[in-house]
């Protein structure tokens, strides 16, 4: 790691964003879940309004960020969602809590800026992004209650790809259904 980002993560852990970089857990971090891994390094690369590279020291991963679903480039509105999380994280210092990995092998994870803001909630309330409902019975019922209240004011607002007078969500755009969203025990 070079002594900039050295730097950048001393600005991380000085924001109040705690965690324990030694063991990998993410206890005492920017309000992650207990027993959550924690990364902490630069975004050298963002993909598309959901997918990002991390470089961690002299290692890359791949971050899928969680619980959101982002338009695809060729979709109206991809471009403009890459953009805006380019442009939040973009060679940027930040930390991401994960525990598990998808079927590409990519991180799953929630993604912190250097003052703790929870990136994957903001792509969503800033219209960005749908919240990933599919996948929404992993999540506690706090979270998921934050990511449908940030998807319904970007949609009364009609902020991002809410502005359309019909978006449609990434997973229809690549698999031509809308499935019902599972139902979530108590």
């Known amino acids: 790691m070079h002594i900039h980002d050295w730097a950048m993560v001393a600005v991380l852990l000085l924001a109040g964003c705690g965690g324990s970089p030694g063991d990998g857990s993410a206890a005492g971090a920017c309000a992650t879940p207990a027993g959550a891994q924690l990364l902490l390094g630069t975004v050298t690369a963002v993909h598309d309004g959901d997918t990002l590279t991390l470089q961690v020291g002299a290692t890359f991963h791949t971050v ?18 890459r953009q805006t999380l380019a442009d939040m994280l973009l060679k940027k210092a930040v930390q991401v809590a994960w525990s598990q990995r998808d ?30 409902v599919a996948y929404q019975c992993e999540l506690p019922l706090v979270m998921r209650q934050q990511f449908t209240a940030a998807e ?11 502005s359309q007078a019909q978006a449609t969500a990434p997973w229809v755009y690549r698999n031509g259904v809308d499935s019902a969203p599972p139902v979530c025990a108590p």
Do not use: H
């Open 64 to 81: 899928r960020l969680d619980s959101i679903d982002a338009p695809e480039l060729a979709q109206a509105f991809g471009a403009e969602s």
């Open 152 to 162: 319904s004011s970007a949609r009364s607002a009609r902020r991002g790809l809410w």
């Open 103 to 132: 079927r590409y092998d990519r991180t799953l994870g929630t993604v912190y800026t250097a003052n703790c803001q929870d990136a994957n909630l903001k792509m969503v309330s800033s219209g960005m992004a749908w919240f990933y």
